[in-house]
């Protein structure tokens, strides 16, 4: 069973920044894609952003250039920095990853990012 190791939450003033980290473990095998969902008060889960294997980054609608999506050169990892956060930025944040032939899809337990005004 894969298990997706999130890190980087936490409580920050607005305007101040995140950085998450997630860590994939090397039994999850070939990596499809990575990427990064929230869940907001009353709004649905909702894209941040996915980067697939061969670099293709794809940002959720409405995610602006506050989030940048990257993976550091390794398979293994993904990042979220967020920048300027807002207190509508509030919420769990999710690792995700999709793996294999049978396109299995694995999340991350979230981690919360609480922004104060």
């Known amino acids: 069973q894969v298990h997706l190791v999130e890190s980087g939450g936490g409580s920050v003033q607005a305007g101040e920044s995140l950085s998450l980290s997630c860590v994939v473990p090397?039994?999850?095998?070939?990596?499809?894609?990575r990427g990064w969902y929230r869940q907001t008060p009353g709004r649905q889960l909702e894209l941040i952003a996915e980067v697939a294997t061969g670099g293709t980054v794809n940002y959720g609608d409405g995610m602006d250039a506050r989030f940048t999506i990257s993976t550091g050169g390794s398979e293994n990892v993904v990042y979220l920095q967020i920048n300027r956060l807002k207190p509508e930025d509030t919420g769990v944040y999710y690792c995700?990853?999709?793996?294999?032939?049978?396109?299995?899809?694995?999340w991350g337990r979230g981690t919360q990012v609480t922004v104060s005004s």
């Open positions: 995700t990853v999709n793996i294999g032939r049978s396109q299995q899809d694995v």
């Open positions: 090397e039994s999850a095998g070939h990596i499809n894609s």
